[in-house]
């Protein structure tokens, strides 16, 4: 159910944008793209100073007791900064799966360490090219976890992951340290996001959840996830549609603004209607989390999002001509990270059948 | 339950009380004139409701409640199907705007009761054979004739002015002054001598728009609704009402439940069309892109009920939704494959694809273009800057037509 954002929502996207704004840096930034295995550093000091890893972790297991809602503002502000919130994103993500998990001392022993950052959590789903594999190749036996995760967020650094595998026939999600793991390093377009491919080798692990739970928790812990990225996609939008439309008041060309050129001003105008359709849904589905329809209100923002945030990319690029593709400038931050986004927690093609599935009941 | 809850549920239960009598399968068959009693009759019933002028004050005949009711009912109302499109102008601006610019208040409250009870139909003369999204560069003009004006020219696209008793339109009182500053406000009666009206068929074969033609129609200066030149004020006045309207993200066309129903029943290469991932895709897209438009639409309710103005994102609706049904219709007539070029003259555009691919255009074009919704988004709320206007500043008379 959509709602208005009340005063303490508009004070966290204020307060968290405003800290980012000062402690941000795009040369840091761009420096880290031709480097493997490095991240942000300054960022991620500041959403553990600030308690962003605490803010949706029930109060009981050392967290702040909010929800989606509030992530989602925090992750907004991360966006148009193109910060590196690859953790924010799926310790939530790994934090809230053990929270629906049957296994207790896991909560009781992962949930405070990830609320004050002091351990990274990621999340590993994927199996090459599919996002949640009806049966996963990653199998879980005797305690242990063996086979191969792609592209891991967060994976050449994160302490610990929850994983989509398959016990005997049953799917499974199990949690894992990471320390007897290994972790091959993949060069990518969007190197912060320290994307890996996890190696399990009977790697110990403890079972989180299996059978029908498991898949339900799977999906529904991929959903939050999305819709918290959706929000940071937003935000990346938002920041580029500013940018764009900035830049067009100042450029001139042929005695006036480009931006008085309706080529120019209606491809901005069109792009602040993807950027509106993708805020609705972000708060619809933020504030539905739990509810009936949250799978459709998931996929519903990431298809919103990623057509926003990509559009945005391009355009934005396009209207600064020949200065939007430098290096130094900097757009090519966003495009990166719009296109990284769209892949992480499922790709459209995924969500544009999961979302037909459920209006319909007709899988792909 | 909040008492807009509430309203919102007596409204339902009273129409579905009155669909069976008015409702879209009560229509069916019938020819526009039984369909035009149908609707003046279902009017009369919906006045001695009380959901007659929801919004407009107690002294005048209405209900004396907010947009916020007037929404509400609005939207319940329009899954139903009922005859109102003959009324939607009339009630929609003329009615509202004699209510705040017509100086005798008694002549104005009886023209509001009979509007509302379907008596009476105004309709809204503005654009132009040479002034559509330009409005302000309209020709027709009215020149003083002793106590009144006399008052010449063309009218176009007047929808419903075959039924329309009452119209009000703006006319041009001085070429020498720039465009926007030469026009003035009228209200007129369609009845008298000199008002021509000519239906003008469309390409879905539907012919609910008109020319006008105005041949030394005279009017008193009590019909005259604004100052002398002040006229396109009362005018963008009149057009900035449809903030109130209610929005349909179908962009009125079919649902999106319209199209998984059709596509259920066909194949794409002998298998169910909806496993087609083209199919998919299309459903998908159409349904976040129509999920977004509800929840802005929630969200700027929620924004009136508390008293605040809603957000000016609620001006994408039209432009979004319009567009996507053209295309949703295209697509729902390409899965039909051969038999895709069936035609239901009868088909609603509310209900049937290919009726609402045939009249998408119109929905692009009518109440603002495409182009004239993006120039206002740009300008009014991303501050770029207006397109260059070559005829900026100089007298009517002097701009090249």
Redesign the interface.
């Known amino acids: ?4 954002y009340d005063e303490g929502h508009h004070a966290i996207a204020t307060e968290s944008r405003r800290i980012l704004d000062a402690r941000m840096d795009k040369d840091r930034l761009l420096k880290l793209l031709e480097q493997i295995g490095r991240y942000d550093e300054p960022f991620w000091q500041t959403a553990t100073e600030q308690g962003w890893t605490a803010l949706a972790i029930p109060q009981k297991h050392g967290g702040l007791g909010l929800g989606l809602i509030e992530l989602g503002l925090v992750a907004q502000a991360t966006g148009a900064h193109t910060a590196g919130a690859a953790f924010l994103t799926v310790g939530y993500g790994a934090a809230r799966g053990l929270l629906d998990g049957i296994e207790e001392s896991l909560k009781t022993d992962w949930l405070p360490q990830l609320a004050s950052g002091e351990k990274i959590a990621t999340v590993a789903f994927a199996d090459a090219s599919a996002p949640l594999p009806p049966a996963s190749s990653v199998r879980f036996e005797n305690g242990a976890l063996s086979g191969t995760k792609s592209a891991v967020v967060a994976g050449l650094r994160a302490d610990v992951a929850l994983v989509w595998a398959r016990h005997g026939e049953q799917p499974a999600l199990c949690l894992a340290e990471l320390s007897h793991v290994s972790r091959n390093p993949l060069n990518s377009f969007d190197n912060s996001r320290l994307y890996a491919d996890l190696v399990f080798d009977r790697a110990p692990a403890t079972l989180v959840a299996e059978g029908e739970a498991a898949r339900r928790i799977a999906l529904e812990t991929l959903a939050a996830m999305a819709v918290v990225t959706g929000h940071e996609q937003l935000g990346g939008a938002e920041e580029l549609l500013i940018m764009a ?1 900035d830049y ?2 100042t450029r001139k060309a042929f005695g ?2 480009i ?2 050129f ?1 080529s120019v ?2 491809r ?3 792009l ?2 993807l950027v ?6 972000c ?2 589905a933020a504030a539905s989390d739990r509810q009936k329809h949250f799978l ?2 998931a ?3 990431r ?2 999002a990623t ?1 926003a945030y990509d559009t945005a990319a391009r355009d934005c690029t396009q209207i600064h001509g020949g200065i939007g593709v430098t290096w130094e400038q900097g757009i090519h931050l966003h495009m990166r990270r719009a296109r990284s986004l769209a892949i992480e927690q499922g790709n459209l ?1 995924f ?3 999961l ?2 599935e459920q ?2 009941g ?3 | 339950m909040t008492d807009y809850d509430s309203y919102r549920a007596e409204a339902r239960s009273w129409l579905q009380s009155v669909a069976g009598e008015f409702g879209r399968d009560a229509r069916r068959g019938l020819t526009e004139e039984q369909d035009l009693a149908l609707g003046r009759h279902y009017l009369a019933k919906r006045y001695e409701a009380g959901y007659g002028g929801i919004h407009l004050p107690v002294e005048f005949g209405g209900q004396g409640l907010s947009h916020v009711e007037k929404v509400i009912f609005e939207t319940e109302e329009m899954g139903f199907g009922m005859p109102i499109g003959y009324f939607s102008i009339s009630l929609g601006m003329p009615v509202p705007i004699i209510v705040r610019f017509v100086e005798d208040r008694a002549w104005v409250k009886e023209r509001v009761v009979k509007a509302l009870r379907g008596e009476e139909i105004w309709c809204q003369l503005f654009s132009e054979p040479a002034a559509g999204s330009d409005l302000a560069g309209l020709r027709a003009r009215a020149e003083p004739d002793g106590d009144g004006w006399k008052i010449n020219g063309q009218k176009l696209w007047t929808s419903w002015a075959q039924y329309a008793d009452y119209g009000i339109t703006v006319l041009r009182t001085d070429a020498t002054v720039p465009k926007h500053k030469g026009l003035t406000y009228f209200w007129i009666d369609m009845h008298a001598q000199g008002v021509e009206v000519r239906p003008i068929k469309l390409a879905d074969g539907g012919h609910d728009v008109n020319e006008v033609f105005l041949d030394d129609v005279h009017l008193t200066d009590s019909q005259r609704m604004s100052p002398v030149g002040g006229g396109f004020g009362v005018a963008m006045a009149t057009l900035m009402i449809e903030r109130y309207a209610a929005t349909d993200s179908n962009g009125f066309g079919p649902g999106l439940d319209n199209l998984v129903e059709l596509a259920r029943g066909l194949e794409v290469n002998g298998r169910p069309a909806l496993q087609d991932g083209r199919v998919r895709s299309a459903i998908a897209r159409n349904h976040a892109m129509r999920a977004g438009l509800d929840s802005i639409t929630t969200r700027a309710m929620l924004s009136m009920q508390a008293g605040q103005e809603p957000g000016p994102e609620g001006a994408l609706n039209k432009l979004f939704s319009v567009r996507s049904r053209q295309k949703l219709s295209e697509l729902a007539i390409d899965l039909q494959g051969a038999r895709g070029v069936t035609y239901d003259v009868e088909g609603l555009h509310t209900d049937d694809w290919t009726a609402s691919w045939l009249a998408a255009p119109t929905g692009r074009i009518a109440g603002g273009a495409d182009e004239m919704l993006l120039n206002t988004i740009a300008e009014k709320i991303l501050n770029l800057p207006q397109d260059h206007r070559p005829d900026k500043g100089i007298s009517f008379s002097q701009i090249v037509a």
């Open positions: 159910m959509s709602f208005l439309r067009a008041l006036q603004p931006g008085a309706q001003k209606h901005i105008a069109a602040y209607g509106e359709l993708a805020r609705a849904n708060i619809h459709m209100a996929a519903d923002v298809i919103s057509e093609l969500w544009e059948d979302l037909v209006m319909t007709v899988a792909a």
